[in-house]
Nanobody, 118 residues
């Protein structure tokens, strides 16, 4: 059974930090590109960051470059998102995503809420 379980969300003041984690099971984690997406109320889901299966390549949305850092541990089957210098505009549900794989399949977590107060 495929599972992606996010944790680490919460309420933080502007300028603060949070570290999100996404622990996965049920598939071969080390074969998948992992991504973080976010969705704010009334807005479309947007890509925040991604990391290649080996961790050797990362990408970031312009809005988070220099503030967020994605990483992964292929032994612990976990991907992380370190979020620093948080802004109220970062408030959203954050979702972990695996894939797509060679068949175009993606797996999603249930999300974790991040709220940044001004």
């Amino acid at each position: 059974q495929v599972q992606l379980v996010e944790s680490g969300g919460g309420l933080v003041h502007a300028g603060g930090s949070l570290r999100l984690s996404c622990e996965v099971s049920g598939f071969t984690f080390s074969r998948y590109t992992m991504s973080w997406y976010r969705q704010a109320p009334g807005k479309e889901r947007e890509s925040v960051s991604s990391i290649s299966n080996t961790g050797g390549s990362t990408n970031y949305a312009d809005s988070v470059k220099g503030r967020f850092t994605i990483s992964r541990d292929n032994v612990k089957n976990t991907v992380y998102l370190q979020m620093d210098s948080l802004k109220p505009d970062d408030t959203a549900g954050y979702y972990c995503c695996a894939g797509p794989d060679l068949y175009g399949i993606t797996y999603w977590g249930q999300g974790t809420q991040v709220t940044v107060s001004s």
